[in-house]
């Protein structure tokens, strides 16, 4: 109807038409043709405003959301003010900033955001609930600082959530110093943590930021920060200064060391736990300095840590094409005795192993770690499927089949030949042919 321009036409039918229900609905028709219109007349306009004062307030939303996108935006205001009850006056001024925000005025939805908010301050009317709304809708007008101060306001377990959900906006829009400030307000134990830290630090990165120990210390636990290094996508061993600067980081969180360590320099020390040396070894060897990697590994006592150390640092020498030393510390990691942890953590082992490509020790280790049926560890199932479709991947299609055979119910088999038929699939069976 009046989506083809036939504005006269269809005004006459509206009019005519003495069924006020679908007088009504024709009206709605009329104005989304005028909502599609490329050109509308000021006829057109001033006909709908007369119209539709017999329908208010069943089309006043319809005739603001009209009225703003075709930049009335006076009109529009005018007409939302007019409301009786102050929360439909306050609806009414929120709608017309959401329907602002796609036309790029952003100053006036932001405005008019605001109007709607002070309208149920003053009567008593702004909840938990309406504060959440309202900080959503200011995220996404890009009024981050009315939007942090609104989630501040919330209560406790609101709060640390929607802080969580702010500094992820605040990284994608660029605003990484207001990501940090927000996160600061997301305890650690929180579910969300781990993960908006990441990608903070992350972007921190991309942004080549140098990493300051004191501004980040308090932010970050130990193992964000030490993944951060493990990921970082500047090679630190290129960039003397980016390396420093995280290490620095990595001292700070590690222990509080007597002596900060310096790039090159010596070992940090007073690092106390032995996951952390586990950790930061991994770290420096990716780093390449391979000899204070060594000399933290060796600080460890426990036969556990000591060969998930050995197999994560012989995972770092892979890449670097030192082959021979990473078959020496992965074959230090295979002969790890089996007494001072549930099997299960031992199959993070083999996990390391095998993804670095180091197939026989992972495959040695395995075989070791092989119980009872009735008392299959929670990961076995996992960990047999993986290293099955790794060793197919390397060749090593007769072992892949030894693992199959050791499954004992279907099943582990199902996920083992699963496993096997993705490493096919992936290298196209060009050496099974």
């Known amino acids: 109807m009046a989506e083809i ?7 006459s039918l509206i ?66 003010r007019n409301a009786r009850e102050p929360q439909e006056r306050a609806h009414l001024l929120s709608a017309i900033s959401s329907y602002l925000m796609p036309t790029g005025n952003i100053e006036a ?24 709304m309202y900080g959503y809708s200011f995220k996404k007008l890009g009024a981050y600082r009315e939007a942090f101060d609104l989630v501040l306001s919330l209560p406790v377990k609101d709060r640390h959530q929607e802080m969580a959900y702010l500094a992820d906006d605040l990284v994608k829009s660029g605003r990484l110093d207001d990501a940090l400030q927000a996160l600061n307000h997301v305890p650690r134990h929180h579910p969300d943590y781990s993960g908006t830290a990441a990608y903070v630090i992350a972007a921190c990165q991309r942004d080549g930021r ?67 040396y586990v950790e930061l070894a991994s770290a420096f060897a990716r780093l390449g300095r391979l000899d204070t990697a060594i000399s933290l590994i060796e600080r460890i006592k426990s036969p556990f840590d000591l060969a998930y150390a ?19 510390f992965a074959d230090n990691a ?20 095998a993804e670095a490509s180091l197939l026989d020790q992972a495959l040695r280790l395995y075989r070791r770690l092989y119980v009872d049926p009735e008392d299959y560890p929670e990961h076995f199932r996992d960990i047999s499927a ?48």
């Open 15 to 80: 009019v005519s038409e003495t069924d006020l229900q679908y007088r009504f609905e024709l009206l709605n028709a009329y104005i989304a043709g005028l909502s599609n219109s490329a050109s509308i007349a000021a006829s057109d306009l001033d006909w709908l405003d007369i119209e539709v004062a017999s329908y208010r307030p069943l089309t006043t939303n319809t005739e603001i959301r009209l009225l703003s996108q075709m930049g009335r935006i006076d009109n529009a205001l005018a007409l939302a």
């Open 109 to 132: 939805a932001k405005s008019a955001l605001l109007e709607a908010e002070a309208c149920l301050k003053q009567n008593g009317l702004y909840g938990h609930s309406e504060r959440r």
């Open 210 to 276: 140098p990493f300051s120990a004191k501004a980040y210390k308090n932010v970050f636990p130990r193992s964000i920060v030490i993944q951060a290094m493990m990921d970082t996508p500047v090679p630190p061993a290129e960039n003397p200064v980016v390396a420093q600067a995280m290490l620095d980081v990595a001292v700070e969180v590690l222990g509080r060391p007597k002596r900060i360590f310096r790039w090159p320099g010596d070992l940090i020390e007073d690092v106390t736990e032995e996951g952390s």
């Open 310 to 328: 050995h197999a994560s640092f012989a995972a770092e020498l892979v890449p670097q094409g030192r082959k021979s030393l990473a078959g020496e």
């Open 334 to 353: 295979a002969a790890v005795g089996l007494k001072d942890y549930p099997i299960s953590g031992y199959y993070g082992i083999v996990r390391i192993l």
């Open 5 to 11: 321009g036939q504005y006269a036409e269809a005004r």
């Open 386 to 433: 993986m290293l099955a479709g790794r060793l197919t991947a390397g060749y090593q299609f007769p072992n892949a089949l030894e693992i199959v055979e050791r499954c004992q119910s279907p099943e582990d088999r199902t996920a083992v030949w699963l496993g096997i038929y993705e490493a096919l699939y992936t290298a196209g069976a060009s050496h099974l042919n």
